[in-house]
């Protein structure tokens, strides 16, 4: 059953007591603006106090989970760049809160590539499950930025440092198979399977008793969610200051330079 209210680029969908988030901007591979960030965060907040869900989903439309934040629309708002990068921060900030505090089962299903905020964000879900054709790919150093979405923790603690510092300073990109053997992910599967396989078992789990949910999800997350809280902040904080440095502004620059020519 579709949501009546549909943001622009979320589409809402709810299936009994689970609720599919997709990101929904083709046309730029999913990737998200601010506005796609504030949305993705009210979406999680409410669905958190909503008694009526029990599960969310989040996923991508098409090709990609998600190419990550639309630097375009960024460069494109209005305001001083220092007022535009505070903004930003600020929705990064908040969206990335939204997944940390949320209380419910939270499951990525990476359809596609997810490349930067996507891919650090999906990893703060509790389980990920992952087409054997996605990856992930964080290029922070390729824009003269740093880690984000509390990934300066997580992938340490889930892929180990060496594995880790690869992604983060050296921008590997990692396959599914590596995710699987890294336990980045849960399981991988063919694309033809998440609707004939994964989303049935998806259902079944929106009827497991959400207190019990909660209880397990607790006792589970109790050493890291202030960890994973003051990553976040330790990370907008160095973002802040990455994105007015001149390396910065000369990755994006010619980053961006790149992509009107493609």
Wanted: aromatic share 8%.
């Amino acid at each position: 059953m579709a949501s009546a209210t549909q943001p622009a680029h979320l589409k809402l969908e709810r299936f009994g007591t689970v609720l599919r988030v997709a990101i929904n901007n083709p046309r730029k591979k999913n990737a998200l603006n601010k506005q796609a960030y504030q949305d993705l965060a009210d979406t999680l907040n409410a669905a958190n106090k909503d008694d009526g869900i029990n599960v969310v989903v989040i996923t991508g439309t098409g090709d990609y989970y998600s190419s990550g934040n639309d630097m375009v629309s960024t460069v494109a708002d209005e305001g001083s760049i220092e007022e535009k990068l505070a903004r930003g921060n600020a929705i990064l900030r908040d969206m990335v809160r939204a997944f940390i505090s949320f209380d419910k089962l939270l499951i990525a299903i990476i359809n596609g590539p997810a490349i930067g905020i996507a891919a650090t964000t999906a990893l703060l879900c509790d389980v990920v499950y992952m087409v054997d054709t996605a990856y992930f790919y964080t290029p922070f150093t390729k824009l003269g930025l740093c880690a984000e979405g509390c990934s300066s923790y997580t992938f340490p603690l889930l892929m180990g440092r060496s594995k880790a510092s690869e992604m983060l300073l050296l921008n590997h990109r990692m396959t599914a198979q590596e995710a699987l053997q890294f336990n980045v992910v849960g399981t991988v599967l063919k694309r033809d399977e998440i609707e004939s396989k994964l989303w049935p078992q998806i259902l079944e789990y929106g009827r497991l008793p959400i207190g019990s949910i909660k209880a397990g999800k607790m006792l589970i997350n109790r050493f890291q969610r202030e960890k994973l809280h003051e990553a976040n902040d330790h990370e907008t904080e160095a973002l802040m200051e990455r994105y007015q440095t001149e390396e910065s502004l000369n990755a994006v620059m010619e980053f961006m330079m790149r992509k009107s020519k493609m």
